[in-house]
């Protein structure tokens, strides 16, 4: 049974910092690529963050490059997301994905989220 599980949100001010992580099970975790995706109160999902699933490359919105990094620990089935020089507009509940586990019926699975906070 595949899980996702994030942790790592809360109230944070302005200019500071987050680490979000995501402890993943049920499925050979070095062999799909991550995501971070995140919602805001009356938007619509939006994508953040991408990494392959050896860590060779990442994509990041433009509204978060150069302030967050995407990361992944193989060895413990984890992906991270370092948020740095937060913005208001960076609250939201931020969600796990993996895309396309399973044969041959292939599904995306999402974590339960976690809320992240800025305010001051």
């Known amino acids: 049974q595949v899980q996702l599980v994030e942790s790592g949100g809360g109230l944070v001010q302005p200019g500071g910092s987050l680490r979000l992580s995501c402890a993943a099970s049920g499925f050979t975790f070095s062999r799909y690529a991550m995501s971070w995706y995140r919602q805001a109160p009356g938007k619509e999902r939006e994508m953040v963050a991408r990494i392959g699933s050896q860590g060779g490359w990442t994509n990041y919105a433009d509204s978060v490059k150069g302030r967050f990094t995407i990361s992944r620990d193989n060895a413990k089935n984890t992906v991270y997301l370092q948020m740095n020089s937060l913005k208001p507009e960076d609250t939201a509940v931020y969600y796990c994905?993996?895309?396309?586990?399973?044969?041959?019926?292939?599904?995306?699975?999402w974590g339960q989220g976690t809320q992240v906070t800025v305010s001051s």
């Open positions: 994905n993996v895309e396309g586990v399973g044969y041959p019926i292939r599904r995306d699975y």
